[in-house]
């Protein structure tokens, strides 16, 4: 039988708002559903499902009042468990905003972040209006007061890496040469990601929270990603970076930086997985199971 860890919390967390993109909201339950059963104690932040209302831009972020109430939700319940370690099923990526706040407030500059995704996450609403583009920034104390004031302690660019990115955004590129953050790409991470390692050697990092956004993953590969939508047009995400990694290149790396050490937060976010949504939509109108029609 595992040993029951009441100090370390699974966090379940169906957020949608953040992308502006209803099917994350199954992509975390299914996440949950998937996961190994838990050696801690669970809980779930309360997240209305779509009610195919547009959500209103507020004050140039999209969703705010429900984003600010949501993660305020989350941050009450890490608060009330007071963790030593957090795994988080998400949702979009701003999931990882109240979690990784508490693991900073409780392990100070001891906290490594390694955010493994396509992009750097410090836009602000200035720039992009969908609030998941913001949260790396957010967790520096850059970004909306909104958002950064539910970091008490933010996080250094020092204690930062992203790997998987490539093609940063002009204001991304400025923003993370601006605060010296270390990056790794693609390439570098499937050759033995050398720069992660450099980073951890050089740091006095102890301890590390660890953000896994699966569009990282090459969607050729690992279709449940938001670049794998089906139907797709060839240029309907711009110029936004594709990711370039396959599972197993994501496993090494997590592998190689668990070796070194200890992890204490893990989010798993942007869980797309459009063949089972578009499943549920069929389901829902066949007969026998659609409530569509049926005598009260």
Known sequence: MTKFDEKSLRLIFPLWQGGDNPPYYLGSKLLAWLAP?????????????????ALPVE????????L?????????????RQPDSVVVLGGDCLVSLAPFAWLSE???????????????????????????AHVLGTLMGQGDPDLT???????SPRNVMIAGIHSPLPHEAAFIARHGIRTCAPE????????????????????????????????????????????????????VAEGKLDISDVLQLIRQVA???????????????????????????LPLLSHEGESS
């Open 188 to 239: 570098a991470v499937r050759e033995g990601a050398e720069p992660v390692m450099q980073w951890l050697d050089e740091s006095c990092i102890e301890v590390l929270a660890i953000h896994f956004d699966l569009d990282v993953l090459d969607p050729a590969h690992f279709r449940s990603v938001l670049f794998a939508r089906p139907g797709r047009g060839q240029d309907d995400f711009g110029n």
């Open 149 to 155: 004031r539910f970091v008490s302690r933010p996080i």
């Open 59 to 66: 004050n140039k972020m999209r969703g705010r009042s429900v």
């Open 106 to 132: 409780r392990y100070g500059d001891k906290l490594g972040v390694l955010w493994i995704d396509s992009h750097p996450d410090v836009q602000n609403p200035e720039q992009y209006s969908n609030a998941h």
């Open 259 to 285: 070796s070194k050490k200890k992890v204490v937060g893990l989010t798993l976010a942007e869980h797309l997985p459009w063949d089972a949504v578009n499943l549920r939509t069929m389901l829902a109108q």
């Open 37 to 53: 059963e838990p050696t801690g104690p669970v809980e779930e932040v309360p997240v209305e499902p779509s009610g195919n209302v």
């Open 68 to 80: 600010v109430r949501q993660t305020q939700a989350a941050q009450d319940i890490v608060q009330r």
